[in-house]
């Protein structure tokens, strides 16, 4: 495939544009540049409002008429009538008001409760059998990162460790259902996907019933204490879980390692102290974010940072600029492991916030230990990777 001239890779260029810079090889010079212009900034070729200092972006993520999806699209076109499409429109993270607010909370009460100390334990072995025997580089090392967490998440939820590689190729189709760029090939598997997904939940969610002590009867359980009561809406968000794991901490564990290939005596002190691996992947998820942006559609008039905003208003929120403006975090770009009230706009902020940041950075943390405790990781500086193709996240690929 032919490399998009806008997704630069040489150091000291500038993105080309505000959505080239998530795969940009250094896009915080640029984002500087942003958080110390005005709070809202119109991009007319690309037809967005874009907020990039921490006020700006708190702002419209704390206003109710700025919604998750255009309002006259809650699905996106391409896949309605799918089973990608039915999953889509049931998750929290696509919906408003009374869609949103009880299932937010019964999977947010179902998440703090999850043992993370069983997670590490499972994590790590499962890190080490994916690993396999060889050196892990180059592209075994992404794809690494991309089936670990995955997996990590499918066995908290009950699947049987012979199904998790079954159920991380099954996401990485799914996922595809979620980029405005999916070929009508990979939407097609997207929605395989999403099939084979619900089926399977849907006996796990039965066996569930005479298993009391499993993740998914707890998750039942307080999807009724929080007043939930959609069975094909509490399937659709199970495998939500999975596909909000799926790029998002792949991407932290990328950017984990390359924050050991990259940072001054890192990799020296995670080796002396591996109990440090946890607030050194906080301090990623703020400096070197996996998800760079997100968006919002105005539903009704509005103001933001004294902007009046109108409904069909498209915002790009640049939540990887927000967690470096000196306003949100001092020393802003310094990589402080023990950086005292760190703000990390990355996990997002308001009513949708993402609930499951403590998980997510425990696995990152538990994926690359066992790598760093077999030298696998020594020779990190000598890595090349580059960033996948991607309007909104910062995943590495590293390079053979
Ligand atoms: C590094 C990994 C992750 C990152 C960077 C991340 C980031 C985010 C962000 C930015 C949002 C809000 C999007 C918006 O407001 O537009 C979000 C929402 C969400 N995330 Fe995460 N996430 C990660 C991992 C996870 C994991 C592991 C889970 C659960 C297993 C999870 C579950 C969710 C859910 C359910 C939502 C929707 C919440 C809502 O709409 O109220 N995320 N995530």
Known sequence: MKPDPAFSQTPGSTPEHI????????????????????????????????????????????????????????????????????????LVRMNEGVRHDAPKLALQRFLVDIDLARVRARTEA???????????????????????????????????????????????DFVACLSPVSTSDQLAASAEAASALLARFSELVRDAQTRPASALARLQHEAAQAGWHDAAALLANAVGLLSQTYEATAGLIGNSIVALASQPGLMEAMGREPSQLLPMVN????????????????AEATQAAGVSL?????????????????LCNTRPNEFL?????????????????????????????????????????????SFSWQYRPSMNARIPVFVD
Not at 136 to 159: C, I, K, Q, T, Y
Not at 283 to 298: C, K, L, Q
Not at 311 to 319: A, E, I, K, N, T
């Open 19 to 90: 959505l080239a810079a998530s795969a940009h090889r250094d896009p915080y010079p640029y984002y500087a540049s942003l958080v110390a212009g005005p709070a809202l900034v119109f991009d007319a070729p690309r037809k967005l409002w874009v907020a990039s200092s921490a006020a700006s972006v708190k702002a419209v993520l704390g206003n109710p008429a700025c919604h998750v999806r255009p309002p006259a699209e809650p699905v996106p076109s391409a896949i309605v009538g799918s089973a990608a499409g039915e999953v889509f429109g049931h």
């Open 126 to 172: 499962l890190a080490l059998t994916q690993a396999g025997q060889g050196r892990l580089h180059g592209a075994a090392l992404s794809r690494w990162a991309f089936e670990v967490p995955v997996m990590a998440v499918a066995d908290v939820l009950g699947f049987a460790e012979a199904e998790l590689p079954q159920v991380a190729h099954w996401m990485g």
């Open 310 to 326: 109108k409904p069909g208003d498209v915002m790009l929120l640049v939540l990887a600029a927000a967690g470096r403006d000196p």
């Open 283 to 298: 301090e990623v998820s703020r400096f070197d974010p996996s998800i760079h942006n997100t968006r919002r559609f105005v």
């Open 337 to 381: 492991l023990d950086r005292p009230d760190r703000d990390v706009p990355g996990f997002g902020q308001g009513a949708h916030q993402c609930p499951g940041q403590a998980l997510a950075c425990q696995i990152a943390a538990a994926a690359i230990n066992p790598l760093l405790a077999s030298g696998q990781l020594q020779a990190a500086s």
